[in-house]
Nanobody
């Protein structure tokens, strides 16, 4: 069974870049047809899908976040990462990484990591 674990700083200052990494175990991020997503949940709000990177390295982002979101991967470490630039306090959220077969599948989730944007 695939397991995911987020890591990264819990506090980021406004205007800086938020960087998180998801380490995947129990399966390869290059396994065909798997897609690996970042999803966040601001306090008191619902889940927001941010973007994904595919088994083939292809990426796709939420149109509302595309201008300051980047997802990359390190296949040697079986990790994928999120960078969110020019953050504001509105980017405060629990950030999750998730993966599954096909673009809309989120069968496996990390436990989530709280990121607070504050000076």
């Amino acid at each position: 069974q695939v397991q995911l674990q987020e890591s990264g700083p819990g506090l980021v200052k406004p205007s800086q870049t938020l960087s998180l990494t998801c380490t995947v175990s129990g399966g390869s991020i290059t396994t065909s047809y798997y897609y690996w997503s970042w999803i966040r949940q601001p306090p008191g709000k619902g889940l927001e899908w941010m973007g994904h990177i595919g088994y083939d390295g292809s990426t796709y982002y939420s149109p509302s976040l595309k201008s300051h979101t980047s997802i990359s991967r390190d296949t040697s470490k079986n990790q994928f990462s999120l960078q969110l630039s020019s953050v504001t306090p509105e980017d405060t959220a629990v950030y999750y990484c998730a993966g599954g077969i096909g673009r809309g599948d989120f069968g496996s989730w990390g436990q989530g990591t709280q990121v607070t944007v504050s000076s």
